[in-house]
């Protein structure tokens, strides 16, 4: 079983079937910027506090959003309980691998919301 399958099955979105296809990761390059270097930027200069952004997506491609947030190293709550079955899971698909590729992490905190957390960011549960 793939990573991707069990992340969505993990998470019970769906079987993961569809996501059988390969991916080309050779046309995108490794343009990633660090965990270190984000967290520098973050908390390094200005001083700013750390922010958690809310956000509720009503269609894929509010992916964009999810994306630019957490590239600048801001937590995420992703709630996509307003989106269609095939959506959500394309959703969280996409946020698995924006979290796996920028060093982050996913947790379901809720049915269908879920936490983006940069690698700067310590999550502890009691």
Do not use: N
């Not at 700013?48 to 894929?60: L, V």
């Not at 095939?86 to 809720?110: H, K, N, P, Q, W």
């Amino acid at each position: 079983m793939g990573a991707v399958r069990r992340v969505v099955s993990y998470l019970g979105l769906g079987d993961g079937d569809q996501y059988d296809e390969p991916y080309d990761y050779d046309e995108f390059g490794d343009e990633r910027m660090p965990a270190s270097e984000r967290a520098a930027r973050r908390w390094g200069s200005g001083g700013d506090p750390a922010r958690i952004i809310m956000i509720r997506p009503r269609k894929y491609s509010d992916a964009l959003t999810v994306g630019q947030h957490f590239r600048e190293g801001q937590a995420v709550i992703m709630d996509v309980a307003g989106m269609s079955m095939a959506d959500a899971t394309r959703m969280v698909d996409f946020a698995a691998g924006l979290t796996y590729g920028c060093e982050g992490r996913i947790e379901r905190i809720a049915d269908k919301v879920f936490l983006l957390a940069p690698a700067d960011v310590e999550i502890t549960t009691t």
